[in-house]
Every structure is written in C-alpha cells, then in structure tokens.
Nanobody, 118 residues
Framework: QVQLVESGGGLVQAGGSLRLSCTTSGSIFNFSNMGWYRQTPGKQRELVAAFTSGGSTNYADAVKGRFTISRDNDKNTLYLQMNSLKAEDTAVYYC????????????WGQGTQVTVSS
C-alpha cells in the first residue's frame, strides 16, 4: 500500500510560518509529479504548489511569493515552506503523487490541518 506521510501542520498566528513535510518511498517520489493541495469545508480541493514533469514549479496565485515547494531527493521528502500566513490559508493540506504516463496513479496523503488565527 502506497503511503504519503505528512507532518508539520498546526496552529499559527497570521504572519507566521510553518513547514509541511511529506515522505514516501523512493519509487513513488522519484517517478511521479509531487505537489501540495488544500481543501476547506464545502470547497473543492485546490492546487497550492507542485513540481511539473519537467522539474519546474507551479504555484497558485494566492500563495505566490509566500509559499515555496522544495524536495530532498536523498530523503524522499517533499516540503512546503509557508511564510506570511493569512487566515485564508486555513485548510487541510494534502500531499499528492501523480503519474500521468506509463502505469498511472494518483495517490494522496491523509492530510494535515493548518489553522491560521487572525
């Protein structure tokens, strides 16, 4: 069973920072597009940031300049550094592994709650 294990969520005041981590197996991490999504109650899950198949990054407009996605290939870990947090960033954040070629897959982590108090 594929596992994406997230950590790093929590409660922070507006203007603060958090770093999310997502760890998985090397076969998943190195051969798929990894990214972060978030979801609030009653809304669809939305892209926050992701690596594309070409290795570049893609960010939602709402987080550009504040969030940074990065990866440590030696540790098979994906990160999301979140700075200048706002109340509207409050959501459950999910790690995603997606492969749209060959044997395709779309795996999700269990989610980690981020709450920003204003």
């Amino acid at each position: 069973q594929v596992q994406l294990v997230e950590s790093g969520g929590g409660l922070v005041q507006a203007g603060g920072s958090l770093r999310l981590s997502c760890t998985t197996s090397g076969s998943i991490f190195n051969f798929s597009n990894m990214g972060w999504y978030r979801q609030t109650p009653g809304k669809q899950r939305e892209l926050v940031a992701a690596f594309t198949s070409g290795g570049s990054t893609n960010y939602a407009d709402a987080v550009k300049g504040r969030f940074t996605i990065s990866r440590d290939n030696d540790k098979n870990t994906l990160y999301l550094q979140m700075n200048s947090l706002k109340a509207e960033d409050t959501a459950v954040y999910y790690c995603n592994s997606r492969k749209d070629w060959g044997v395709r897959h779309d795996y999700w982590g269990q989610g980690t709650q981020v709450t920003v108090s204003s």
